[in-house]
């Protein structure tokens, strides 16, 4: 079904039929009438297939002048790839894909769209069209670069998602690359509809079902292909143009995956959101450390670090590792600074996403990705903030040259991070230790080692310290305050948890104290 690459509409299968129908009916018979609903929604949206027709608002010339230029901005750089476009709509995007890709195929449901897009793209020779319900699209495996979806999945029920992702999959080469941008929550668009049959889901849907996402790979039974995210954000022109942050974009890659890999999961990211970082850990967290905070000291140690960033009003702060939001909110509202909040884990950055609505502060914006895959433009920022991320991150020299990539001249670093004692890595390490680290999946230096790194990539200024002293006392004064509110925190969550909780802080107490375990703060300006 699908129309692709258009903007809103309104009801679930649910609230569709307010006769109750639908009751006696078979999933297939439901699955029709459901194509049916959208095939004559669209001929009414698509009566002169025009730009106001396929974005359902009044203002879409605007938008489009804004919006098109930021989309493409999103994407890798599309020289010589196959390039899929499912929703290509009137072409939009498909005569700007064309001009730089080797292929375009733009497949859409609505037979007026295609035809206004081969109308006017129809020039490009390396552009292939095609009318097609993507639920019964079927294409060659391997075919693919790139695939590219503005407006689509909205219209699919959620088993219909759940299949094209697979597809997409398979669609894929290795390595290849995956865009999609959906409506979430709430409509944009202006236009009047009598009726309206889309989904308007919650981001953390998508999440789900890209994390669950996999396909078999045909050369070895032990291993599958599955996406990595990239990035999810929200396209900046409708926060600036309509104050509405619903429209969500993601950035997804296709990558090999054995069993071994991250601890049994199908990504880093689902590893981190289903263990580490639950939603229960998370809501933990945040009672020991405080609104907002999921770091140790919570909006004490904040106010220290963020101090040594020396922010200045009007600055652009980015945070790697923003967690649920809390030394974001306090950047923005101490320094009347404008902060980029990125976090791999859906859980912290959705829990982000509700505090900021909340706050309703645009200073600052929270997208969820991997901070070693994203690519942001050169000297974006005057300063770069984060706590206890690191630590998860193997590759460290080309993540801080890319910190130092981000950086304006004159931009700051500041770094803390759980490190190690010893430069010659893991083989001074007890086994205990080792276990410790293995059982979380940490990457740690010395704070030494980190010292050297910040110098190799080019930065100046160089300062580290280890502040493992003042960590102890953080974890037992957290440790004490928890043990003192043994009866609030076990009727706040559980006995089970409280003793999680309890262990968990021990541990770490543990692992400090025997002096293998450092706290490390680093800071380094690029000169």
């Not at 690459?5 to 009916?25: L, P």
């Not at 992702?165 to 865009?179: A, D, E, N, Q, T």
């Not at 396909?215 to 032990?222: C, E, G, I, K, L």
């Given at each position: 079904?699908?129309?692709?690459?258009?903007?809103?509409?309104?009801?679930?299968?649910?609230?569709?039929?307010?006769?109750?129908?639908?009751?006696?009916?078979?999933?297939?018979?439901?699955?029709?009438?459901?194509?049916?609903?959208?095939?004559?929604?669209?001929?009414?949206?698509?009566?002169?297939?025009?730009?106001?027709?396929?974005?359902?608002?009044?203002?879409?010339?605007?938008?489009?002048?804004?919006?098109?230029?930021?989309?493409?901005?999103?994407?890798?750089?599309?020289?010589?790839?196959?390039?899929?476009?499912?929703?290509?709509?009137?072409?939009?995007?498909?005569?700007?894909?064309?001009?730089?890709?080797?292929?375009?195929?733009?497949?859409?449901?609505?037979?007026?769209?295609?035809?206004?897009?081969?109308?006017?793209?129809?020039?490009?020779?390396?552009?292939?069209?095609?009318?097609?319900?993507?639920?019964?699209?079927?294409?060659?495996?391997?075919?693919?670069?790139?695939?590219?979806?503005?407006?689509?999945?909205?219209?699919?029920?959620?088993?219909?998602?759940?299949?094209?992702?697979?597809?997409?999959?398979?669609?894929?080469?290795?390595?290849?690359?995956?865009?999609?941008?959906?409506?979430?929550?709430?409509?944009?668009?202006?236009?009047?509809?009598?009726?309206?049959?889309?989904?308007?889901?919650?981001?953390?849907?998508?999440?789900?079902?890209?994390?669950?996402?996999?396909?078999?790979?045909?050369?070895?039974?032990?291993?599958?292909?599955?996406?990595?995210?990239?990035?999810?954000?929200?396209?900046?022109?409708?926060?600036?143009?309509?104050?509405?942050?619903n429209q969500i974009c993601w950035l997804v890659h296709k990558e090999r995956r054995r069993e071994m890999d991250n601890h049994g999961f199908n990504t880093n990211q689902e590893f981190l959101d289903k263990s580490v970082y639950s939603l229960e850990n998370?809501?933990?967290?945040?009672?020991?450390?405080?609104?907002?905070?999921?770091?140790?000291?919570?909006?004490?140690?904040?106010?220290?670090?963020?101090?040594?960033?020396?922010?200045?009003?009007?600055?652009?702060?980015?945070?790697?590792?923003?967690?649920?939001?809390?030394?974001?909110?306090?950047?923005?509202?101490?320094?009347?600074?404008?902060?980029?909040?990125?976090?791999?884990?859906?859980?912290?950055?959705?829990?982000?996403?509700?505090?900021?609505?909340?706050?309703?502060?645009?200073?600052?914006?929270?997208?969820?990705?991997?901070?070693?895959?994203?690519?942001?433009?050169?000297?974006?920022?005057?300063?770069?903030?984060?706590?206890?991320?690191?630590?998860?991150?193997?590759?460290?020299?080309?993540?801080?040259?890319?910190?130092?990539?981000?950086?304006?001249?004159?931009?700051?670093?500041?770094?803390?991070?759980?490190?190690?004692?010893?430069?010659?890595?893991?083989?001074?390490?007890?086994?205990?230790?080792?276990?410790?680290?293995?059982?979380?999946?940490?990457?740690?230096?010395?704070?030494?080692?980190?010292?050297?790194?910040?110098?190799?990539?080019?930065?100046?200024?160089?300062?580290?310290?280890?502040?493992?002293?003042?960590?102890?006392?953080?974890?037992?004064?957290?440790?004490?305050?928890?043990?003192?509110?043994?009866?609030?925190?076990?009727?706040?969550?559980?006995?089970?948890?409280?003793?999680?909780?309890?262990?968990?802080?021990?541990?770490?107490?543990?692992?400090?104290?025997?002096?293998?375990?450092?706290?490390?703060?680093?800071?380094?300006?690029?000169?």
């Amino acid at each position: 079904m699908a129309t692709n690459g258009h903007s809103d509409a309104k009801h679930s299968v649910s609230n569709r039929d307010t006769n109750g129908a639908t009751e006696n009916m078979t999933e297939q018979d439901i699955e029709g009438k459901t194509r049916e609903e959208m095939e004559n929604f669209w001929k009414e949206h698509s009566a002169n297939a025009t730009e106001e027709e396929m974005m359902l608002d009044s203002n879409a010339e605007q938008l489009g002048k804004e919006e098109i230029p930021e989309i493409l901005s999103l994407l890798p750089n599309a020289a010589r790839l196959d390039v899929l476009e499912l929703g290509a709509g009137i072409g939009r995007f498909t005569g700007h894909l064309a001009a730089q890709a080797k292929s375009v195929t733009a497949v859409d449901f609505m037979e007026a769209f295609i035809e206004k897009n081969r109308q006017i793209n129809g020039h490009h020779s390396n552009a292939i069209f095609r009318q097609a319900d993507v639920t019964k699209l079927q294409l060659l495996p391997g075919s693919y670069d790139l695939v590219f979806s503005n407006w689509l999945l909205m219209y699919l029920e959620e088993h219909e998602v759940q299949e094209l992702f697979c597809k997409v999959l398979k669609w894929l080469r290795p390595g290849g690359y995956f865009f999609f941008r959906e409506s979430c929550f709430h409509p944009s668009g202006d236009a009047k509809r009598q009726y309206n049959p889309t989904r308007y889901r919650d981001p953390g849907a998508y999440n789900a079902i890209l994390q669950s996402a996999s396909v078999p790979a045909d050369d070895d039974p032990h291993t599958t292909y599955a996406f990595e995210m990239i990035m999810s954000k929200s396209v900046q022109t409708y926060i600036k143009l309509k104050n509405n942050g619903n429209q969500i974009c993601w950035l997804v890659h296709k990558e090999r995956r054995r069993e071994m890999d991250n601890h049994g999961f199908n990504t880093n990211q689902e590893f981190l959101d289903k263990s580490v970082y639950s939603l229960e850990n998370i809501r933990s967290y945040e009672w020991i450390f405080g609104e907002g905070f999921i770091s140790s000291g919570g909006i004490t140690t904040a106010m220290e670090f963020t101090t040594m960033l020396n922010l200045r009003p009007g600055e652009h702060v980015l945070d790697v590792g923003s967690g649920i939001g809390g030394s974001a909110f306090h950047m923005a509202q101490e320094f009347d600074v404008n902060v980029t909040g990125i976090d791999l884990s859906a859980n912290m950055v959705s829990v982000a996403l509700e505090k900021a609505y909340k706050v309703d502060d645009k200073r600052v914006q929270f997208e969820m990705g991997d901070v070693t895959k994203r690519q942001f433009p050169l000297q974006s920022f005057d300063a770069i903030y984060s706590r206890e991320t690191l630590l998860h991150i193997k590759d460290k020299v080309a993540l801080l040259s890319s910190f130092f990539k981000w950086l304006k001249p004159g931009g700051r670093l500041v770094i803390t991070d759980y490190c190690c004692r010893h430069d010659n890595g893991s083989n001074g390490w007890s086994n205990q230790f080792k276990k410790f680290v293995q059982k979380y999946g940490y990457h740690l230096l010395s704070v030494d080692q980190y010292a050297k790194i910040l110098k190799q990539v080019g930065f100046g200024q160089v300062q580290v310290d280890d502040r493992t002293s003042q960590f102890l006392q953080i974890l037992n004064k957290e440790l004490q305050q928890l043990e003192n509110a043994q009866r609030e925190a076990t009727e706040e969550f559980s006995a089970k948890d409280y003793r999680l909780l309890e262990n968990t802080w021990k541990n770490k107490l543990l692992q400090f104290a025997s002096g293998e375990h450092k706290y490390g703060v680093m800071y380094a300006k690029k000169d």
